[in-house]
């Protein structure tokens, strides 16, 4: 994916460049004068002969040379017009700034719609509408109205709100964090985080990808895409909308649905993208992947002025999977050496709280120099005698000379603030707080220990077609399909009256109601089981009849079906719901009617493997319970139900409830599928 018209344009027309400083339209080239974008600019306005000391044009059609880029700052009534002009102009890339698109109304999404046809007419790409622009640092390019140019780096920003990059701005800016390239995509009615991230993968400065996002618009082609670059390069994703309220207020923000959270998080693991739960979490993940090297085991020692930091320490590194490093015999008889009798030379190292920058100096020597520790975190408070700035300056010093990461926490408020920037201005990670920092070290190491070995499978399946007027399948059409399918399903046959019961040939047997407004049989008191005889399965029929009727008098009842009496095994769930925007979604868990109680799942995206099976299937809490059974048969049904939801798009959901599991095999017992 070619962009780079939009990220290094040899030239830019303004289209609503004002003379008026308090317009987008004037510091959006304000901010590519001041910032030394050396690039040709051709602001656009009827009314004005000058803006900024640079002649203005009264149409793009006007200026004569070529022109790589358009920004577009005016109503949303005329854009289509001066879109048109761009496109008739050769221009090939297009930043809509203009708000007042689908995030206000039906007429408005309309318009929006109009704006993608006209760009795809004349083969040009386009940006927003509704959005802040971009930034390119590297080429002093801040084709934006955000304030500021951030240092030059190796992160790149896709953001989905305009506001959100303007905050991580100001905090690159106190931080010193260097971008390659932040941009705004606001309500991507062409180019989306697809496209973007496509782009980003081939920029040779960018290392870290962040990722803000309200709405993702094609759940499994960004699947794809990101699989593929998480292997090379560091996703760190903050998706928005987890709650209804969210949703409503995203709806009116970009015209744009959120999606599931726990699709969501299960799409995010599937490719190797690094959820972050909160904006300090995008932040801090963001400084630790961008500045320091990864960890190559889990093992860290922490050396520290104040003995409760490192105690806090220690709570939060044992809820992580990083470990505390037990340091080796030599390293504690070097430290004990220097450093004073009240010291702690076991892990963590705590200096206590008069030490100077001596301290760190050997305590970092040695702890550095044992074969046992992978990383280190230092802490520092301020104490009257504290060294900050010098102790700030070894670490950049240690950091300079070790392959090893050094992370940091210079913990506390203004006395601390001079060694605060001197980390900062040589790109030493340091965090505010303790718990943050073992946060995204522990994120670092999962990173580099549980990197994805598949890249997500996009498999354009042929449709297959199913013809029936419910929304609901019948059991027995859903049974059909299954074995079709080669899904090992109990076939189950149909009594309509009493005298149907002469069909059964073989004993026991279960009998449960057939309706499709039953969903919990056994709730419903509509199963029986162990039937042996005629006459039992005579008083069975009556009694599920009965109890459908008196439970739910308007149920629409087929009758009762029948199947062989199963030997008892492990009582498992399957599922499928579809999801608009990713496709097929996997559900496995405990079976049974409980399973909405415990909720004791694991999710994956079809198509799932027999590797990721295997690893829904240990994934559970109860995963003890079922290990001594056949969990390649589980497997198998779970790989075959996901290839099958990916072959009927007119399916929304599928529940296999109960599969029984056995020693040896597994079996479909109950079936509901969705249209």
Known sequence: MNLDNFFQPKSIALIGASRDTTSLGFNLLNNLLKYGYAGKLYPVNPKAKTILNLICFSAVKEIKGIIDLAIIMVPAAIVKNVLIECGQKKIKAAIIISSGFKEMDATGAELEKELVMIAANYHMRLLGPNCLGLINPHLNLNASFAEGLPERGNISLISQSGAMAVAILDWAY???????????????????????????????????????????????????????????????????????????????????????????????????????????????????????????????????????????????????????????????????????????????VDLVGDALTDRYDWALQQVLADKGVDGVMVILTSQTMTQEDQTAELIVKYVKQTKKPIFTCFMGGQDINSGRIILYQNNVPNFEFVTRMVKTVEQMYLYQSQKITVKFANIKYREKQIVHDQQQLPTIECEKLLIKHKLPVLKSELITDLGDLVKIKQWPIVMKIASTDIIHKKASNAVELNINTIEAARMSYQSIIHNVQKINPNADIDGVLYQPMMALGQEIIIGMKRDASFGPVMMFGMGGSLVEIFKDLSFAIAPVSKEQAMKMITRIRSFELIKDYDLSALADIIVRLANFSLSYNQISSIDLNPVMLYQKGAKIVDVRIML
């Open 174 to 348: 106190q931080t010193k964090l260097g971008f390659s390239k932040i941009v705004s995509i606001g309500n991507k009615a062409d180019l989306s985080e697809i496209e973007l991230l496509e782009y980003l993968a081939q920029d040779k400065s960018t290392e870290v990808i962040l990722l803000y996002l309200e709405s993702i618009k094609d759940g499994r082609r960004f699947m794809e895409i990101a699989s593929e670059i998480s292997l090379r390069k560091p996703i760190i994703a903050l998706k928005a909308g987890n709650s209804a309220a969210s949703q409503q207020a995203i709806l009116s923000h970009t015209g744009s649905l959120a999606g599931s959270l726990q699709t969501v998080e299960t799409a995010f693991k599937q490719c190797g993208i690094i959820k972050a739960n909160s904006i300090e979490d995008l932040f801090d993940y963001a400084k630790g992947f961008s500045l320091a090297p990864p960890l190559k085991n889990n093992r860290v020692a922490v050396i520290t002025n104040a003995g409760g930091l490192g105690i806090v320490t220690t709570d939060a590194l044992t809820e992580t999977t990083l470990q505390l490093a037990t340091l080796s015999t030599s390293t504690k008889s070097k430290l004990k050496e220097k450093l004073p009798a009240s010291s702690s030379v076991n892990n963590p």
